[in-house]
């Protein structure tokens, strides 16, 4: 079995505290299967963007999807240089300063170019992955994309080749002598939670809630402390 971590590209290297960089395959993977929204950044006509979209992972690469008008669609499938990033909110850290407050989080930044998915049948897997993504079980009881929603839907893949990943985890680190200071300082661990599910007042009457809805939960990945090479709070 290869190792899954690479060596980050030139571009994808952590240059602010570096040590909080991760390059494990798996660990990039985790976070990007966690998240439900990325930012697709791209140029265009000399003006920079950043759009907010859902995707899925599909092996080693990222499917996005849209309008075929979309700008940013038309943009990354003219072969423009995109940079898309994830980002999970794990908690508020609240130290005895202001200046080290911070945030726990898990990010992935991914580099590349995209190409249009244009073969049916891998369109439709990839919409399917969409779907699925979101809300796993989903795609069986639904109505399947017809010919015209397929082709007024543009479906692009990226690769997962050119990526990293930062994190941070743990209490705050204060400045030596701010530890004397009787302040509160500590952790408030923040989470995607779901509410009850609240019915389309157009649904037909006698439709009961899905199992894979009433089961849905949005789990929290766990890193291996092993290769995430930031589990020790004095590096934080």
């Not at 993977?29 to 899925?56: K, N, R, S």
């Not at 309008?67 to 423009?80: D, K, N, P, Q």
């Not at 661990?189 to 849905?216: F, Q």
Request: net charge positive.
């Amino acid at each position: 079995m290869t190792n899954p971590s690479r060596a980050p590209s030139t571009r994808t290297t952590v240059r602010t505290r570096p040590e909080r960089g991760v390059y494990d395959f798996r660990i990039i993977e985790a976070i990007l299967d966690e998240g439900l929204i990325c930012h697709v950044g791209f140029v265009a006509d000399g003006q920079p963007f950043a759009i907010p979209t859902i995707y899925a992972r599909r092996g080693r690469k990222v499917v996005i999807h849209g309008a075929v008008g979309s700008r940013m669609l038309r943009a990354a499938r003219s072969g423009a240089p995109l940079c898309i990033t994830v980002t999970l909110p794990d908690g508020l850290v609240l130290a005895r300063s202001a200046f080290h407050h911070s945030v726990n989080y898990r990010s992935v930044v991914i580099l590349g170019t995209a190409s249009e998915v244009r073969n049916r049948a891998q369109k439709l897997a990839a919409l399917k992955a969409l779907v699925e993504h979101v809300m796993p079980g989903r795609w069986r009881e639904i109505r399947q994309p017809s010919e015209g929603e397929l082709k007024a839907t543009t479906v692009l893949a990226v690769p997962i080749s050119e990526a990293s990943a930062k994190m941070r985890f743990g209490p705050p680190v204060d400045r030596a002598d701010d530890y004397r200071r009787k302040v509160w300082a500590g952790e408030i661990p923040l989470r995607l939670a779901t509410s009850t599910p609240k019915a389309d007042p157009k649904l037909l009457p006698g439709i009961a809630l899905p199992n894979h809805v009433k089961a849905y939960i949005r789990a929290r990945s766990e890193p291996d402390s092993a290769t995430s090479r930031v589990d020790d709070p004095a590096r934080q």
